[in-house]
């Protein structure tokens, strides 16, 4: 399926690598460019359970303030829910439905804000590790193999750490 993979990459880049040259705007710019806790260990030790000041916080430390290294995260955690959406829908059915319906996930408007605003990080986070949690536990069920079971606990309870909404 790697050439499926590289065309659902392709749009997904396609759509969205024009968004690394943007700005820090909104909620970024008090969240990342104007927060002097961000280069603090502190400001890991705040977020509670909240996995994604850990991107900003390490993204930052590898990166600066560079707004795309920031983004590129959004980006890479969206390609994974395409892919796995993808992978999910091979499952239930036929070839052309899972190609199409993850085609239309990568590029569909209404996933912009989710992916290109570095705030909106946890949705394209915790949709990639609940898609993953899915993934795995299926593929428990279909080879009783405990090492499945147990990716899909930990991804669940990363999808929680991004965003409570899972729930």
Known sequence: HWKVLAFLAFLVLAVYLNSLGNDFL???????KDNPLIDQFSYLASSGFNLHPTIIFFTHKLFGLNPAFFRLWNILFHLGSVWLVYCLLGFFFATPIPLFTAGIFAVHPLL?????????????????FILLSLAAYLFW???????????????????????????
């Open 26 to 32: 909104s909620d970024d710019i008090a969240t990342i």
């Open 112 to 128: 912009t804000e989710a992916v290109t605003w570095i705030s909106g990080g946890p949705y394209s986070n915790s949709a990639f």
């Open 141 to 167: 069920k279909k080879n009783c193999r405990k090492q499945f079971y147990l990716v899909s606990i930990l991804s669940f309870i990363l999808a929680l750490g991004f965003s409570e909404k899972v729930f």
